[in-house]
């Protein structure tokens, strides 16, 4: 059995070093006593923890261990004897992807370098609706049949002499909230407060040369950690908000850079802007770097991040902080309707639940590919029901958390990677996830233990403002409810078409202009969907399955649609056409 490793990356830097029979190559960061260690630093110390070991004996330390390296980092380890470890942490902050054949398999950083030795390049059709719907491809499949992706907490191992028979894929930590621990309210919140500022904590020891640049938004997540961080005194911090300065984000945000007196970087989005950046050639190098034939790149960050860069250009070097995704592990996405430990959907059903909440950027019908869709993800959830005592709830967000979150959301900072900056996830702190998976549901239903220790522990004192301040997530119902009383208001008038009309003379009807995308400099209430499909040459390099989804909104405007569900179809014939090539 042979072994290849290629890691190639434009953007990330990779760490290799040998030694005693060993290579191990390293990329990305890792937290020990309150510090962000370098990657050479912790490649130097594995490899030192490694020694002159046997193979056997390393890969049984390397798997009591891993799930405690408290970061976002992937590690591919080889032997002199033929060996080959390779792993990712708890979220995948950095992607690895493998390919097997007759005698050999390949570890890769891209997909791109796996191409080549894959012979069958068309896109399945089963993965292509999973990204078309979700922005990501479900399990460790791709959208290129022979080319797999590790999951997040998940390691590959091949014994060396022991053939392709040996070769073994598992996980080394699992996130399955099954609190069993009763304590009081006051001491959760008085041991997430500690552990909130534990995660924050190594980035303001390293903010006296670094460019702290957090990305606020309007919601509870960024402000929390800006808030952790101004309370520790941290220097050089700097928040950065896009859109108009009507925007119920960036209006939140310049309350709390008020309060706090911290410089606060606002990027305006307009349709001239996404026109000039949707088809350039700095656009396309970042969809096949983000992408990877696996997730949905996020476009939103890169033309502020561009601009704030450049405006920082005289400053420290910048490390990008974004809040992503305290709110998930503190229990946002769990449903009204899992929020009841005792009720056991019936799997068919579980899944459903799960598909509609995440993925759901196309309005779909009933066809056999969805009950194909919805039998795998079924399959899946049912996998975490190890005991009766992990409720419906736990197993939806364990599933979301391998999937959506790790897959999709995370993948948000390829956008940080390819504009040079460094980046941290502290709220994805391995403190705080092994806390939540230890509160009890009903503390995680509506983020009640989270929001009672911002508001009881952190926004106290000078802070107590921030406490005050709305955020965008907790107003959306709200927000919903008043459009539709305006609607019934005008309709009463006799004067709702007239404001229709008045409507589409706007631009964009999204506030950050996401909807002009694929407009073609045209108003995208005007446009519809078969313009951008016959435009682009959308439907000739689509999968049967996506192809009649997106062919089903063919009459809809562009302004009625999900931005990332037109992206997503745009990057998926995108990449068919790159692959037929």
Not at 10 to 18: E, I, Q
Not at 87 to 105: C, E
């Amino acid at each position: 059995m042979s072994v290849s490793v290629l890691l190639n990356d434009p953007y990330r830097h990779w760490v290799s070093l040998s030694e005693n029979g060993w290579s191990i190559h390293f990329c990305g960061y890792v937290v020990r006593h309150g510090h962000y260690l370098s990657a050479e630093t912790w490649t130097r110390d594995v490899l030192k923890d490694l020694g002159s070991r046997a193979w056997g004996d390393a890969v049984r330390r390397l798997k009591k261990t891993i799930s405690d390296w408290n970061g976002c980092w992937a590690i591919v380890i080889e032997h002199d004897s033929g060996g080959l470890f390779c792993a990712t942490d708890r979220v995948r902050g950095i992607p690895l992807f493998y390919h097997i054949d007759d005698g050999r398999v390949t570890v890769s950083s891209t997909t791109t370098d796996l191409l080549p030795r894959v012979d069958d390049h068309r896109i399945d059709d089963a993965s292509a609706v999973e990204l078309l719907l979700g922005g990501f491809v479900l399990g460790n499949r791709t959208l290129v049949s022979g080319i797999h992706k590790l999951k997040a907490a998940e390691y590959l191992e091949l014994s060396p002499d022991e053939g392709m028979s040996q070769l073994r894929i598992a996980s080394h930590y699992q996130f399955l909230p099954a609190a069993d621990t009763v304590t009081s309210p006051e001491s959760r919140e008085s041991e997430l407060h500690d552990r909130l500022d534990a995660a924050l904590t190594p980035l303001t020891h390293c903010s006296d040369d670094r460019t702290l640049l957090v990305s606020l938004s309007g919601g509870l997540d960024s402000r929390l950690a800006l808030a952790i961080l101004h309370r520790q005194g941290a220097r050089n911090l700097t928040a950065f908000t896009y859109g108009p300065e009507t925007f119920e984000d960036v209006c939140l945000a310049q309350e709390v850079t008020d309060t706090l007196g911290i410089p606060h970087i606002r990027i305006p989005y307009t349709p001239e802007v996404w026109q000039s950046w949707i088809d350039s050639p700095r656009m396309r190098n970042y969809w096949h770097w983000a992408g990877q034939c696996a997730s949905l790149p996020h476009i939103q960050d890169l033309p502020a991040l561009d601009a704030v860069c450049r405006e920082l250009a005289d400053r420290p070097s910048a490390v990008v902080v974004t809040g992503h995704s305290g709110d998930f592990l503190a229990g946002s996405h769990i449903s009204f309707e899992l929020s009841d430990p005792d009720k056991r959907y019936p799997p068919d059903q579980l899944a459903q639940i799960a598909l509609r909440w995440n993925l759901n950027n196309w309005a779909t019908g009933e066809s056999e590919w969805a009950g194909s869709l919805r039998a795998r993800i079924a399959e899946d959830l049912v996998a975490y029901r190890t005991n009766r005592h992990i409720a419906d709830a736990e197993c939806v967000q364990a599933w979301e958390l391998d999937n959506r979150t790790s897959q999709f959301i995370v993948n948000n900072v390829r956008a940080y990677e390819f504009m040079k900056c460094d980046w941290s996830l502290p709220l994805f702190d391995y403190g705080l996830m092994d806390l939540f998976a230890n509160t009890p549901l009903c503390d995680r239903i509506g983020q009640r233990l989270y929001v009672a220790t911002a508001q009881n522990r952190i926004f106290t004192g000078r802070y107590e403002p921030l406490g005050r301040i709305p955020t965008t997530r907790g107003s959306t119902h709200t927000g919903r409810s008043k459009h539709h009383h305006l609607k019934r208001l005008l309709n009463s008038l006799r004067l709702l078409e007239t404001a229709r009309q008045l409507s589409l003379r706007r631009q964009s009807a999204h506030p950050l202009a996401f909807d002009s995308w694929f407009a073609d400099a045209e108003n995208p209430r005007l446009v519809t969907v078969g313009d951008l499909l016959e435009r682009r040459d959308v439907l000739g390099y689509l999968t049967p399955s996506t192809k009649e989804i997106v062919g089903s909104s063919r009459h809809r405007r562009l302004s009625q649609m999900r931005p990332n569900g037109l992206l997503a179809a745009v990057y998926l014939a995108e990449t068919g056409r790159e692959l037929c090539s």
